[in-house]
């Protein structure tokens, strides 16, 4: 078997904090979203470049308090945007790891966390400040 893609599904409980935190702050966009009828749980589809999630209030569909581990570029310069946009619940540090990776970790309103890393590199990494 052969994996074409892999895409986490967060459990989510309110859908403005939904949209506060991955829309607003980390800057993904909304895909698709879908709700069997009006005033029942919602379920959709956030993407930021090659990152897909799939965000789901329904009971069952994931469990709150997941990790999602991601590797890619840049990591240095989203954390600066981030950081920029002073958001009042996530002001995450930047750090170099134990496993020769630049990282942060933001905390969704649910207990979720997503750890960005990046493979460290001294010299793109010179100027970077590490908490």
Same mark, same amino acid.
């Given at each position: 078997m052969r994996a074409e893609q892999v895409i986490p599904v967060l459990r989510? *409980? +309110? #859908?403005? /904090?939904? $949209? &506060? *935190? #991955? $829309? +607003?702050?980390l800057g993904f966009e909304i895909v698709w979203e879908h709700r069997f009828e009006e005033n029942t749980p919602v379920y959709l589809e956030v993407k930021k470049e090659n990152i897909i999630f799939h965000l789901s209030e329904h009971h069952g569909d994931a469990s709150p308090g %997941? %990790?999602? *581990? $991601?590797?890619? &570029?840049d990591v240095a310069r989203y954390h600066k945007e981030l950081i920029d946009k002073k958001y009042k619940y996530n002001r995450p540090g930047l750090e170099k790891t134990f496993y020769d990776a630049v990282a942060f970790t933001v905390n969704d309103p649910f207990g979720n966390k997503i750890i960005f890393n990046? /493979? *460290? +590199?001294? &010299? /793109?990494h010179k100027e970077v400040e590490f908490i």
């Open positions: 989510i *409980f +309110d #859908y403005n /904090k939904t $949209i &506060e *935190f #991955y $829309i +607003d702050w %997941s %990790s999602v *581990f $991601i590797w890619g &570029e990046e /493979k *460290f +590199d001294a &010299e /793109k």
